[in-house]
């Protein structure tokens, strides 16, 4: 008979009411409660920890860009598994939230396991618009990191006007500059345009970076004209790219939520989970 820390392979997980109990089950206490991540992993229906751990990589990294302490609801930990010493995370309710929001839709587990998890959530929205939300926050945190690794990039090859190179890129990709195009989104000029963008056109900003980066370094392109006409080249195939593909041109891809809000939203959402564990150990 499986304990309260194994999968239990029925039926009856096909229901979120039941996988409600097995969730709940599986908790642990020791100073506060968590979740083991491998339980997580085997109810959410892994087989490979390498594999599960690219989910929870992606939620710590969000977890960090909310300045939530990581080590508050991810704590590496090891446990005798099989008489073998194996590392594993104590997870708090949000790291399995985040973890799980961030694990394959396909898998039928993951998709009741969202849905449960979600209900937690403090601004209520729809599942579909809660994980492009968490989506959106990762991706924006990877295109800060691409932007600050193209900078440095730029800055060696002898750039003199940052502001003029990066839009260039603009000016490829969406055949108008960063002002032109706010003006057209209808997003203030003092705000960040990044921070209105969906994924997939985080996504195209961030391949636009990279592969501007990567140009530049195996050309060894230098100088303010060079680089400007560099980044623009890239940008523009990255739109062609795109228009020919999705038939959709990137200046017309809809805006979303201020990406401050929606970390602000799951923030509360942290807060909420908190208040709901304290309240279950009573």
């Given at each position: 008979m499986p304990n309260k820390h194994e999968l239990i392979a029925t039926d009856g997980v096909n229901t979120i009411d039941n996988y409600e109990s097995i969730f709940e089950n599986q908790a642990n206490?020791?100073?506060?409660?968590?979740?083991?991540?491998?339980?997580?992993?085997?109810?959410?229906?892994?087989?490979?920890?390498?594999?599960?751990?690219?989910?929870?990589?992606?939620?710590?990294?969000?977890?960090?860009?909310?300045?939530?302490?990581?080590?508050?609801?991810?704590?590496?930990?090891?446990?005798?598994?099989?008489?073998?010493?194996?590392?594993?995370?104590?997870?708090?309710?949000?790291?399995?939230?985040l973890t799980t929001m961030n694990s394959d839709i396909k898998k039928s587990e993951v998709a009741k396991a969202q849905a449960y998890l979600a209900k937690y959530a403090?601004?209520?929205?729809?599942?579909q618009q809660e994980a492009q939300n968490i989506e959106?926050?990762?991706?924006?945190?990877?295109?800060?990191?691409?932007?600050?690794?193209?900078?440095g990039v730029a800055k060696i090859h002898r750039v003199d006007n940052y502001a003029l190179f990066q839009n260039a890129g603009y000016m490829g990709l969406y055949n108008m500059s960063i002002n032109q195009l706010k003006a057209r989104?209808?997003?203030?000029?003092?705000?960040?345009?990044?921070?209105?963008?969906?994924?997939?056109?985080?996504?195209?900003?961030?391949?636009?970076?990279?592969?501007?980066?990567?140009k530049i370094n195996r050309e060894n392109i230098q100088g303010q004209y060079s680089l400007e006409k560099a980044h623009k080249d890239v940008g523009k195939e990255v739109r062609d790219s795109?228009?020919?593909?999705?038939?959709?041109?990137?200046?017309?891809?809809?805006?979303?939520?201020d990406i401050k809000k929606v970390k602000a939203n799951l923030k509360q959402t942290h807060k909420k989970m908190k208040r709901i564990t304290k309240k279950s150990k009573k």
């Open positions: 206490s020791n100073g506060f409660t968590y979740w083991f991540a491998r339980d997580l992993m085997n109810t959410l229906g892994y087989k490979d920890y390498n594999n599960f751990k690219k989910s929870i990589n992606k939620a710590i990294s969000i977890c960090a860009s909310l300045n939530i302490d990581v080590e508050d609801n991810f704590k590496k930990t090891k446990r005798i598994i099989d008489n073998k010493e194996t590392e594993d995370y104590k997870l708090s309710r949000f790291a399995c939230y403090e601004i209520i929205v729809t599942l959106r926050i990762e991706l924006r945190g990877k295109l800060s990191e691409e932007e600050k690794a193209l900078m989104k209808g997003i203030d000029t003092k705000k960040t345009l990044l921070d209105y963008m969906n994924s997939t056109e985080l996504g195209a900003n961030i391949f636009r970076i990279t592969q501007t980066a990567e795109m228009i020919r593909m999705h038939n959709q041109r990137p200046e017309d891809l809809h805006i979303e939520q």
